[in-house]
């Protein structure tokens, strides 16, 4: 059974940086892009970042172009997020989601969800 799970979620200020986690199971990296998305409060949730199966391409949301950086590791079935000088707009529930064949920006697209971590940039 293909699953996801995200972790690293927390409170950080302003300027600060979190790396969350995408542990996957039950598939191997290199058969699944894998996209990060986030869901604020009131909010349609968003992608933010997406890596192809096999780590050749990338792409991120200019919101978070510069300040963010995926990868993966496919001996560990993890992908990462890293998050650099972090706002309070980056505030969200962020979730990783896996789909077939190639990266894409909306979240209709893919096909497995995690159930989020919940990043909070205040001071």
């Known amino acids: 059974q293909l699953q996801l799970v995200e972790s690293g979620g927390g409170l950080v200020q302003p300027g600060g940086s979190l790396r969350l986690s995408c542990a996957a199971s039950?598939?191997?990296?290199?058969?699944?892009?894998i996209g990060w998305f986030r869901q604020a409060p009131g909010k349609e949730r968003e992608g933010v970042s997406c890596?192809?199966?096999?780590?050749?391409?990338?792409n991120y949301a200019d919101p978070v172009k510069g300040r963010f950086t995926i990868s993966g590791d496919n001996a560990k079935k993890t992908v990462y997020l890293q998050m650099n000088s972090l706002k309070p707009e980056d505030t969200a529930v962020y979730y990783c989601?896996?789909?077939?064949?190639?990266?894409?920006?909306?979240?209709?697209?893919?096909?497995?969800w995690g159930k989020g971590t919940l990043v909070t940039v205040s001071s």
């Open positions: 890596i192809s199966s096999r780590g050749s391409n990338t």
């Open positions: 039950g598939f191997t990296l290199d058969s699944y892009p």
């Open positions: 989601a896996a789909r077939y064949a190639y990266c894409s920006a909306y979240a209709r697209n893919y096909n497995y």
